[in-house]
């Protein structure tokens, strides 16, 4: 079901994207569920997964209204949370890694590979890319076993575009930004040996450079304004 919710997340993301779906616009479940073909329990969790990156929000009426964001808002989000999963990284690699975590982030970064290695990025290349990415930011945040950390990352990712896996791009982007995303990857797997080296200030600073690559992608994203993403965010 996790893998289908975030085909299906990955597939609403794209729709917003193209516009098809502009700001103030309703999202309810069982419409969505018969346009995508897809049973209401995953669009149910796919309009959750949108809700906590902040590109929807409920809808008093009921289901979800997409939103529209400034432009400084979204950069300070991504900034702040460069700093959070910094901290986590420091944390773990001080920590000592556990053989137990670094198989699973072996394993995390082996899914990665296996996603992009197609040298044009489908749907299902996507959706497995961004499971394994979410997982990735998941595993390390719980390795760092700081309960405060851990809450203040969850305010922080709940605010627009700011969760590592929002700005994710869909099937049909651009080659640029389909790079940049295979230069995250590179960093998951430079991060994964600072942790094992236990290297913590070069983890702390690959995960804050990390965090820009988001910043990097959105710039991309509205430099080719494109039309479902540009009326999303305004200057200010």
Do not use: C, W
């Not at 409920?58 to 209204?65: D, E, T, V």
């Not at 913590?200 to 304004?225: D, P, Q, T, V």
């Amino acid at each position: 079901m996790a893998g289908q919710s975030t085909r299906i997340a990955h597939a609403l993301r794209a729709r917003i994207f193209a516009g098809e779906h502009p700001p103030g616009s309703r999202l309810a479940e069982i419409p969505l569920a018969e346009v995508l073909g897809a049973s209401r329990t995953p669009v149910r969790l796919a309009l959750a997964q949108l809700e906590a990156e902040g590109l929807v929000q409920a809808s008093p009426g009921g289901g979800f209204l997409v939103r529209r964001f400034t432009l400084p808002e979204i950069e300070d989000a991504i900034a702040v949370r460069g700093q959070l999963e910094g901290m986590a990284a420091r944390l773990v690699a001080e920590q000592g890694l556990a053989p137990a975590t670094r198989q699973t982030l072996e394993a995390s970064l082996a899914a990665g590979d296996a996603a992009l290695e197609a040298p044009a990025l489908d749907a299902a290349a996507l959706a497995a890319y961004g499971d394994m990415n979410t997982k990735l930011h998941a595993i390390l945040l719980e390795a760092a076993g700081n309960a405060a950390l851990n809450r203040a990352l969850a305010a922080i990712t709940a605010l627009p575009f700011a969760a590592a896996s929002a700005l994710v791009p869909h099937e049909g982007s651009a080659t640029a930004r389909h790079a940049l995303l295979r230069h995250a990857h590179h960093q998951h797997h430079l991060l994964v040996e600072a942790l094992v080296a236990g290297q913590g200030s070069r983890a702390e600073g690959l995960m804050r450079e990390h965090a820009e690559n988001a910043r990097r992608n959105l710039r991309l994203i509205l430099a080719a304004g494109e039309p479902g993403v540009t009326p999303l965010i305004t200057p200010a």
